[in-house]
């Protein structure tokens, strides 16, 4: 390992995780990077606040300074809530939760994991209908204060599951559309030429036991991730019961405006070109009939 890339490591341990581009970076290790290499200065994390400074600054020998004001303002860490009956299925907040702390389904209210919300604001921008709001929940305290290092490094596992599902999503919608571009080229190589040209090892590696270890880790690990997703679920579908008996279901999920339809059109185009929709052929339309649940986890 490189000297800057144990330093970026050393520096990225210091942040809050937030994954909240508030810095001008993608990330919270691309802004490490960016100091270790110089890039950056070491005052543009607002959701680290003072201390968060203090603490870059003793680790790199240099002096305490102000956060730049830039960058934003140190503030009580905010939680997003989504209003459900404004919530029009969207999706657009799911795709935005660097964390996946989000989790709804196409045309039906959305909801929030609270214990994994960051408070980032990513969600909020894309929004076509504005019914997400962040409200404080750590009252006056602010910064490392309002954060502890456990959240953190929840926040980048999180985060880093998160860009790994990407990741494969992508690859695998890359591997099925090379595969069907050699079904319908001429004289195109069939499924079993293709078989047959991998590498031996590939053809014969063993696969990791079902009963071994790593794989019961895995397996659990799955089932308490899945468990948390269904739990929000089931509270959202509840919450969108009570509200339906009051007459306060969600509103504008039939008729919505060009604007609004043009933006969800466009999120679920990039959907689809990711291989993320139930179905590729599954319509885009706000009005019409909602795919499978989708997720952010």
Not at 144 to 170: G, N, P
Not at 239 to 253: S, V, W
């Amino acid at each position: 390992m490189s000297e800057v890339s144990a330093l970026a490591q050393r520096i990225d341990a210091l942040l809050p995780q937030t994954q909240c581009t508030k810095c001008g970076y993608a990330g919270c290790r691309p802004y490490a990077d960016a100091i270790a290499s110089g890039q950056a200065s070491y005052n543009q994390c607002p959701p680290g606040g003072a201390e968060g400074v203090a603490r870059l600054a003793k680790l790199l020998d240099r002096p305490i300074i102000a956060l730049n004001p830039d960058n934003g303002a140190e503030r009580p860490r905010p939680r997003a809530i989504i209003d459900e009956s404004l919530c029009i299925g969207c999706t657009l907040c799911v795709q935005a939760c660097p964390v996946d702390a989000i989790v709804g389904a196409a045309k039906l209210m959305h909801t929030v994991i609270e214990d994994r919300c960051t408070g980032c604001d990513l969600c909020v921008p894309p929004c076509p209908v504005d019914c997400i709001d962040m409200v404080p929940v750590t009252g006056e305290r602010t910064g490392w204060d309002a954060w502890s290092q456990t959240q953190a490094d929840d926040a980048r596992s999180h985060f880093e599951a998160h860009q790994a599902r990407l990741a494969k999503d992508r690859a695998a919608r890359e591997a099925r559309l090379a595969a069907r571009a050699a079904r319908v080229a001429p004289g195109g190589p069939t499924a079993s030429a293709i078989e047959s040209d991998a590498p031996p090892a590939a053809q014969t590696a063993p696969a990791v036991s079902a009963s071994s270890p790593v794989a019961d880790e895995a397996a659990a690990a799955a089932a308490r991730k899945q468990a948390i997703i269904q739990a929000a679920l089931a509270r959202a579908r509840e919450k969108k019961a009570a509200l339906a008996a009051e007459g306060l279901g969600p509103k504008n999920t039939e008729h919505v405006s060009a604007a609004v339809q043009a933006q969800i059109d466009e999120a679920q185009a990039r959907r689809k070109r990711l291989g993320l929709t139930a179905d590729d052929d599954a319509p885009s339309r706000a009005d019409n009939a909602p795919p499978e649940d989708q997720t952010g986890g």
